[in-house]
């Protein structure tokens, strides 16, 4: 069992930045590939960022490419996402997320941490 724990949302201005952070415990991330993911108000859940178990290969959707970062640091169980230049469609519910398998399903969903940006 793997527990995620996002933090590092708020409220901004448009064009300003935040950090999301995701702290794991249970299990070592080390063998999971992780995400971000997030839900807008009446929205689908989307995947906005992913990376490899080992950090080589990161994956981002085309309305935040440019503009977020995913990062980890394995041995610090930790995974982030470094938010720039935000809009205020990024204003959503942000959630941490562990893969087994890079195309798979989700196994393990953090809580969320809700970021929202104003015009």
């Known amino acids: 069992q793997v527990q995620l724990v996002e933090s590092g949302g708020g409220s901004v201005q448009a064009g300003r930045s935040l950090r999301l952070s995701c702290v794991a415990s249970?299990?070592?991330?080390?063998?999971?590939?992780m995400g971000w993911f997030r839900q807008a108000p009446g929205k689908e859940r989307e995947g906005v960022a992913r990376?490899?178990?080992?950090?080589?290969?990161?994956l981002y959707s085309d309305s935040v490419k440019g503009r977020f970062t995913i990062s980890r640091d394995n041995p610090k169980n930790t995974l982030y996402l470094q938010m720039n230049s935000l809009k205020p469609e990024d204003t959503a519910m942000y959630y941490c997320?562990?893969?087994?398998?890079?195309?798979?399903?989700?196994?393990?969903w953090g809580q969320g941490t809700q970021v929202t940006v104003t015009s």
């Open positions: 990376i490899s178990n080992g950090g080589a290969t990161t």
């Open positions: 997320a562990a893969l087994t398998y890079w195309g798979g399903d989700v196994d393990y």
């Open positions: 249970g299990s070592t991330i080390s063998i999971y590939h």
